[in-house]
């Protein structure tokens, strides 16, 4: 498995904001991941599918007009200051 970091921003300003959030974050859902509480729009996610797997799946609950990044996690390449948890559900899959 490894570990990516998903960024991503959806139009706020189209009329269904609020239920393309929804949509969007239950399909973040159907991967293994995690959150900090100080990052709204960042998720890290263990899989075994690539980076143009996982957006072209996310993708899916997005506009044309919202964005999305997907980067690999390698191991020693990575640093920030995240919430412990974070840290600690990070550490053992990359």
């Given at each position: 498995?490894?570990?990516?970091?998903?960024?991503?921003?959806?139009?706020?300003?189209?009329?269904?904001?609020?239920?393309?959030r929804k949509v969007f974050l239950?399909?973040?859902e159907e991967y293994d991941n995690?959150?900090?509480?100080?990052?709204?729009?960042?998720?890290?996610?263990?899989?075994?599918?690539?980076?143009?797997?996982?957006?072209?799946?996310?993708?899916?609950?997005?506009?044309?007009?919202?964005?999305?990044?997907?980067t690999k996690l390698n191991t020693?390449?990575?640093?920030?200051?995240?919430?412990?948890?974070?840290?600690?559900?990070?550490?053992?899959?990359?």
């Amino acid at each position: 498995m490894s570990v990516y970091l998903v960024t991503w921003n959806l139009n706020n300003e189209k009329p269904n904001y609020s239920d393309a959030r929804k949509v969007f974050l239950s399909k973040l859902e159907e991967y293994d991941n995690f959150k900090d509480s100080g990052l709204d729009s960042v998720r890290f996610i263990s899989t075994n599918q690539s980076a143009q797997q996982i957006s072209d799946n996310l993708r899916q609950a997005m506009d044309d007009n919202d964005r999305i990044f997907v980067t690999k996690l390698n191991t020693g390449s990575h640093q920030g200051w995240l919430d412990k948890s974070v840290w600690k559900w990070i550490e053992p899959r990359v």
